[in-house]
């Protein structure tokens, strides 16, 4: 989750409790509880409502609300150039291109791609290669320095725009009227790939640079201790003066530029020099019998000059052990870890999917007395949605309603069960109905929010993902029940759209962007909407993005909906992966050295944090990537040793054990070391509250 700082640096503010501080309810629904109906206010007689199947969404903006705005509440348009069409991905790890955040700054925040760092200024675009991490006491980070600028003589532009992009890469683009440049950037490209006009092509080094290779248009250049390489068109010459360096482009317009991993490894860079990436591409396919997941990574490439096709991809830890695919002897540095460099257009990786549960099963030895009892508590109760009034929590209330409902199956209580699944009924439909709850679709950016809306999540575009995958959940357990009230025709197509806003894996449906909430190179989700922080974009509750995926592919299987199961299998597959290297660093290869803390509780595009964005409760820190628990929670049990050693430190920060989140706390336990689990539930169930997205019922079933 991600929001508002007082500036740009990750450690400028903390906001408030999202987890913890109750929102107000704020429903204009009327629920007659006793009968299981909704009376939906009547829409504005001018509000624009787009019906879809029994509900809809609106495009006007709620009296009152916002939509994607800066710093000071000002609204804001994408940051494009005409030739771009589409709708623009927000969190990304590039958005700060496109969405200004600060009114102060037209280029962009810090970039992270990995293993370069960017930032655009008026003279074009800096390029650096941290190496060497910053380490605190609960965070470390490869913070971007500067060790050239890539532009263009002369060149001042009043800002920056986006020209263009692909799955991951970006190509920003300056002009002050006379002169232009555009550079293709991305994940895992060890080039940057401009092309500029209007004057000569021109780097500025952050110090006067050490040459070691001269070859007229191929440079090897050293500084701040990273080796570079400058390419320019052949015949040409490179001039050096202090520490710039220019060259007359003689009417072609390309170069490019590359961080060497040694300097030994100029010529097979000279080789894919111009060679330019033009476009890159994930796919993915599940093979249902073996339980295999392949993801195949593609970067299109056009010749400025000869014929070479292909290029060099610095591939990720995840991605490196799980391919085949024959690598180099090179790598670079990262704040993931070591990255492996690829000679060639394309890689595959091929991982076993390890199964999502619906629900866990009846099984062990427990009093079916007390368990019925903790179940007819809330579905009795008085408010079973505790005064959920925004997106956030009500989808906290549809999660926890939701495991409830096989547990009511499993004990033959039908009715507290159908009481349940009425629950979500009605709470869903209220929020698939324009007018009170609402959803409501911004043409100018692609975006479906939820209103009321909260912790950013309408002017920042932060953590859909994390809002959504409630709802996914909640019509996943629906679907189970009752067929028909999740056809597209009636209700579910409303909960496809939330999962298309969040991560639209059709790439022929123009509404949304492309996996708006994953970074398919990366790996893992990104919260922010703007990325409009010094450290990059960040992640901090990977549970939740793992509650998203499990809800995609379970309602994708309930409905028979391959595709959606298969966007599911795909982010649960990847994510699980990246969760146990970047979250839990499970090889002990990715935290660099003197990093204290055994896990981190969100990763940043420079490094990771032991924190939350609103609390230094070591709980909280640890909880906020185990919650909320499910069947698909099982993941975490892969790696049993790490859950007994995160939560060792949990107690050893805390003090003693849990206090406030006991109930996650024992339930992740359980994955590691069930009897202690079990222990810790049998001496304190009678004196705890449970956290907001939990219940009795469903942590001792």
């Not at 006491?137 to 002369?154: E, N, S």
């Not at 450290?535 to 809800?551: D, L």
Request: aromatic content about 12%; hydrophobic content about 40%; glycine content about 12%.
């Amino acid at each position: 989750m991600t929001c508002d700082l007082t500036s740009n640096h990750r450690d400028s503010g903390a906001p408030g409790n999202r987890r913890a501080r109750r929102r107000s309810a704020g429903t204009a629904a009327a629920v007659l509880l006793a009968g299981l109906l909704v009376t939906m206010p009547a829409a504005p007689a001018d509000a624009a409502t787009v019906s879809v199947g029994a509900g809809g969404y609106t495009t006007d903006l709620p009296a009152g609300a916002s939509g994607p705005a800066d710093s000071t509440g000002a609204p804001v348009t994408p940051k494009v150039t005409s030739a771009v069409t589409a709708k623009v991905p927000t969190n990304d790890w590039w958005s700060s291109l496109a969405f200004q955040r600060y009114a102060g700054n037209p280029y962009s925040e810090n970039l992270y791609a990995h293993p370069l760092t960017f930032h655009a200024v008026a003279g074009g675009l800096e390029v650096g290669y941290p190496t060497t991490p910053g380490i605190g006491a609960t965070q470390y980070d490869y913070a971007h320095a500067r060790d050239l600028t890539l532009g263009v003589t002369g060149l001042n532009a009043p800002r920056t725009q986006v020209d263009g992009w692909s799955d991951w890469t970006v190509t920003p683009y300056w002009s002050d009227g006379a002169r232009t440049l555009r550079a293709t950037i991305g994940h895992g490209l060890p080039f940057v790939y401009a092309t500029p006009s209007g004057g000569d092509g021109r780097v500025d080094f952050v110090a006067t640079p050490t040459i070691w290779a001269d070859r007229g248009n191929v440079l090897g250049a050293t500084v701040n201790g990273h080796d570079y390489a400058l390419f320019a068109p052949t015949g040409t010459d490179w001039a050096i003066s202090g520490t710039a360096a220019t060259v007359a482009l003689g009417g072609r317009n390309y170069l490019s530029v590359a961080a060497l991993p040694a300097r030994g490894a100029l010529d097979l860079f000279a080789k894919y020099a111009y060679s330019f990436v033009t476009g890159t591409t994930v796919s993915w396919s599940y093979d249902e019998a073996a339980a295999r997941l392949t993801t195949t990574y593609t970067a299109a490439t056009s010749a400025k000059e000869g014929t070479q096709t292909g290029t060099l991809l610095a591939l990720y830890r995840h991605q490196w052990q799980a391919t085949s695919d024959p690598l180099t002897s090179y790598t670079y540095l990262s704040p993931r870890g070591t990255m492996k460099l690829r000679e060639g257009a394309s890689f595959s990786t091929r991982q076993t999917f390890h199964g999502v549960l619906p629900s866990l099963p009846d099984l062990g030895a427990y009093d079916r007395a007390r368990l019925g009892d903790f179940v007819r508590q809330e579905a009795d109760a008085a408010d079973p949605y505790k005064g959920a009034g925004d997106t956030y929590w009500a989808g906290k209330a549809l999660g926890r309603l939701a495991q409830l409902v096989p547990i009511a199956d499993q004990l033959g209580d039908t009715a507290s069960r159908d009481k349940l699944l009425g629950l979500l009924k009605t709470k869903l439909q209220s929020w698939f109905t324009a007018g009170g709850e609402q959803f409501r679709y911004d043409a100018t950016w692609g975006i479906l929010t939820g209103y009321p809306a909260s912790y950013g999540s309408d002017t920042e575009v932060n953590d859909h993902h994390f809002h959504y995958g409630y709802y996914l959940m909640a019509a996943a357990t629906v679907a189970r029940y009752d067929r028909a009230w999740v056809a597209d025709g009636q209700w579910g197509g409303m909960a496809k759209l939330l999962a298309k806003d969040a991560n639209n894996w059709d790439r022929s449906d123009t509404r949304f962007p492309f996996l708006r909430n994953f970074d398919p190179y990366a790996g893992n989700g990104w919260a922010s909407g703007h990325q409009g922080f010094a450290a990059g974009n960040n992640e901090e509750s990977s549970s939740e993005g793992m509650n998203f995926a499990a809800g995609a592919l379970l309602l994708g299987a309930a409905t028979g909906d391959t595709a959606l199961r298969d966007l599911g299998i795909y982010l649960y597959t990847t994510q699980a992966a990246t969760i146990a290297q970047y979250w839990y660093d499970v090889d002990g290869a990715v935290f660099p050295a003197g990093f204290a803390p055994d896990t981190a509780g969100m990763i940043w595009g420079d490094g990771a944090a032991h924190a939350t964005w609103w609390t230094g409760n070591p709980e909280e820190i640890h909880g906020i990537n185990y919650l909320p628990i499910t069947g698909g929670s099982l993941y975490q049990g892969l790696y049993p040793a790490k859950v007994r050693a995160g939560l060792a430190e949990m107690e050893a920060e805390n003090g003693g054990p849990a206090v406030e989140w006991r109930d996650v706390i024992w339930q992740y336990r359980a994955l590691g070391d069930p009897a202690a689990a079990k222990a810790n539930w049998d001496a304190g169930w009678t004196s705890y509250s449970p956290e907001s997205g939990d219940s009795k019922a469903h942590a001792y079933h």
